[in-house]
């Protein structure tokens, strides 16, 4: 029987699948409250892009007092099969569990059932096989709590603000933000699989000269020589936009965004943004601790001035077309207990666009990691040092600033959310790595200039995250001076 009026039921499964011959296909489910005459139940629909009509159950129809009219329909299949029923019409209201979206569903077909699978996927196991669900709230359900079923016949229902998805696996199962809460769906595997091992498996023989090629390829690797090698239009435009933008302001580097359009034309996302960030205080409610801890972080973001709040004036002059809110959320690293360190989410969609969609990715600035090992034999003291939070000792250009805007207002708060912006590069950005790189290298051809050169040492810098600078003489000296000169340009090393 279906649950009374209250919160749905719940279990330790969620969505439902195909058949036992095949993997897991989770369905799309989001938590609802149908309201008609007078009454309210809340269940769950099921959002289905590929039906034309949208369907209730013909107990919940009842339930509802539903009266409508009837019609001749014939009902056909994806395999071609057909058969005229007679079928109900009727019309109702759903809303979300918040009450902030609201719809009126017409010309809903009343039928007795849909049959879908009752075999359904335990979320703990799919959290744990996929972490870019791990933090995505979904209510559990089983296919008899699936009441109505909603089709292309409503579009703004079924209209998906945000996806997350495994970036490494394209039929690993996505989450999507609709206007009534986050859903999953797509391919999982069962529960009850067993683990397939693959001992030896050839294709076919490589031939000798193919063989002797692969190892003079690797017996010369990382010693070749330095030839220019031609780049893409891309490239040379991410080059472009690096050599305008990147300055030194007097305290550190600053540099623009590497936009792949100088109009990238964003959506305005500031509900879809807000809606994130409204889930993020519900889990602040439930956990003091994660709230003081994360209160913590953004207002060391502040102190330093890597972020600032906004006034009303500076949101109203974000630039139309260049101006986006990134959600956020908190991730734990299990080696640093109780360090929490804020993620924003630039793959978060909007309208079918995320911010990480209108970003070049830049030139790649590592070097070789073999070389700079095979280098360190040249000299009898190496320098290896790492950047203390390189991404932020970088600025954002100030007019590109607008696109990394945030919501946050202290946990607990009832005042109006306010509107901060990062004034640093943020990581998970697809042009950060290259734009911090390319701050980094000038850093340090100057300081070679300054420092080095006057100590004839050899001028030109090794680089793969940390720093390999080979010393001949004056090591302890120069490590000082190097150290300090850096710090001086924001660039704080943590000597290993």
């Given at each position: ?114 049959r879908l699978n009752k075999n359904s996927i335990g979320l703990t196991d ?220 630039l793959s978060a969609k909007c309208h079918g666009i995320c911010l990480k ?122 490590i000082f001076n190097f150290y300090n000169e850096f710090k001086g340009n ?7």
């Amino acid at each position: 029987m279906y649950p009374k009026v209250g919160s749905p039921k719940t279990t330790k499964f969620s969505g439902s699948s195909a058949t036992e011959s095949t993997k897991r296909t989770l369905l799309p489910i989001v938590p609802v409250i149908l309201r008609a005459n007078g009454k309210k139940y809340h269940l769950f629909a099921l959002l289905d892009g590929g039906s034309e009509i949208s369907v209730i159950r013909k107990k919940v129809a009842t339930l509802l007092g539903l009266k409508g009219r009837m019609e001749r329909v014939v009902t056909r299949t994806v395999d071609g099969e057909s058969r005229p029923t007679d079928h109900e019409i009727v019309k109702f209201n759903i809303a979300s569990l918040d009450g902030r979206f609201s719809l009126d569903i017409i010309d809903v077909h009343v039928m007795d059932t849909f049959r879908l699978n009752k075999n359904s996927i335990g979320l703990t196991d799919l959290s744990k096989k996929w972490p870019h669900l791990a933090h995505v709230p979904i209510p559990s359900v089983l296919d008899e709590d699936v009441a109505i079923l909603i089709g292309q016949d409503h579009p703004a229902a079924i209209e998906i603000f945000e996806t997350r998805k495994d970036p490494y696996h394209q039929r690993a199962p996505r989450a999507y933000l609709t206007a009534f809460d986050w859903c999953v769906a797509g391919p999982a595997a069962r529960s009850d699989e067993t683990g397939r091992s693959c001992f030896h498996l050839s294709l076919s023989e490589d031939r000798c000269d193919n063989l002797l090629q692969h190892f003079i390829e690797f017996d010369t690797f990382g010693t070749k020589p330095n030839v220019m090698k031609p780049i893409s239009r891309d490239e040379e435009r991410a080059w472009e936009i690096l050599g305008d933008t990147t300055k030194h302001n007097g305290e550190r580097y600053e540099s623009g965004l590497l936009w792949k359009l100088d109009d990238p034309a964003l959506p305005n996302n500031f509900f879809a943004a807000q809606r994130r960030f409204s889930s993020l205080e519900r889990k602040f409610s439930k956990d003091n601790k994660l709230a003081e801890t994360y209160k913590g972080v953004i207002n060391t973001y502040v102190n330093l001035k890597h972020a600032r709040k906004l006034s009303k004036g500076d949101i109203d002059a974000g630039p139309s077309g260049r101006t986006w809110y990134n959600p956020h959320h908190p991730v734990f690293n299990p080696n640093k207990p109780g360090k929490c360190r804020v993620v924003f989410d630039l793959s978060a969609k909007c309208h079918g666009i995320c911010l990480k969609d209108v970003l070049r990715r830049g030139p790649d600035l590592l070097t070789n990691l073999v070389g700079i090992l095979l280098r360190f034999r040249q000299y009898a003291v190496p320098i290896v040092a790492d950047v203390e939070k390189m991404f932020h000792q970088v600025r954002v250009w100030a007019i590109d600033g607008p696109a990394f805007r945030f919501l946050w207002r202290d946990p607990g708060s009832t005042k109006p959310v306010d509107v901060y912006q990062m004034n640093v590069h943020l990581f998970g950005a697809v042009s950060s790595p290259a734009v911090c790189s390319n701050a980094l290298k000038q850093t340090v051809a100057e300081l070679i200039c300054a420092i080095i050169f006057a100590m004839e040492l050899n001028p030109k810098p090794s680089a793969y995250r940390s720093d390999a600078l080979p010393l001949s003489h004056n090591s302890q000296i120069l490590i000082f001076n190097f150290y300090n000169e850096f710090k001086g340009n924001m660039f704080t090393l943590v000597i290993i």
